[in-house]
C-alpha cells in the first residue's frame, strides 16, 4: 500500500478544485448567465465531505447556502451485487434545483457508472441549468462517456501518475474516515486491511 497523498497534500488537491470552481462561477456571473445561480452537491459518503469542504473554503456567498448531498444507493445499476440488504441513506437537498448551475462533487471517478446514477437522482429532483462534474481524484478506466469538469489528481491512463494495472484507490476524509489520505492498493493488501 502506498500513500499518494497525505492530509497537506489532500488540502493542496481541495484547494486547486475550489480555485477553478471559483474561476467558472466568477466567468460566468459576469456573463450573460440565465440560470438561478449556483449549488454545490456531493455524493454520498465522501463526495459529501469533500463538497462541505469546499464550501466552507469558497465561503457561503458564492453558493447562498444551496449546499447538498446525494443517496444514489437506489439508482446504481450494481444494486443487486451489493448485497441482499443495501444501507440507503437520505438526500438532503432542500433548495429547487431548477435552473441551477450544480456543481456535483465525488470523491473518486472510474467507470462512470455512480456519476450517471448521480444525474438520474438529480434529474428526478428537478432540471438543472447545467451539471458540472467535480473529483478529488480521477481513476480512469471509463465505461461511460463522462468527463469531470475539475480533477484534483489524474490517475487515468497516460497520465504521469497512472496506476498499475490491479490496482486501486481509496479516498479517505475525517470525519467519514480516521484520516485524510489518498491510497493506492493492490485487492490482497485490501483484503489483508479490512479497507472500506
Known sequence: ?????????????ID???G???????????????????????VRSRGDVLAQRIAEKLGPDRFDGRVGTLDITLYRDDLSEIGPHPVVRTTEIDFPIDGLNIVLVDDVLMTGRSVKAALQSLMDLGRPRRVWLCVLVDRGGRELPIAPDFVGFD?????????SPGEQ???????????????????NEQEGANLD
Not at 497523498?5 to 488540502?11: F, G, K, T
Not at 484507490?169 to 492498493?185: I, K
Open 1 to 13: 500500500m502506498r500513500v499518494l497523498a497525505d492530509s497537506d497534500r489532500l488540502q493542496g488537491l
Open 16 to 18: 486547486s478544485l475550489c
Open 20 to 42: 477553478g470552481i471559483d474561476r467558472v462561477i466568477t466567468s460566468k456571473t459576469t456573463q450573460n448567465d440565465t440560470s438561478e445561480g449556483w449549488a454545490l452537491v456531493g
Open 155 to 163: 490517475l487515468s491512463a497516460g497520465s504521469a501518475a497512472a496506476l
Open 169 to 187: 484507490v481509496q479516498v479517505m476524509l475525517t470525519p467519514t474516515d480516521d484520516r485524510d489520505a489518498v491510497m493506492v492498493f493492490t485487492q
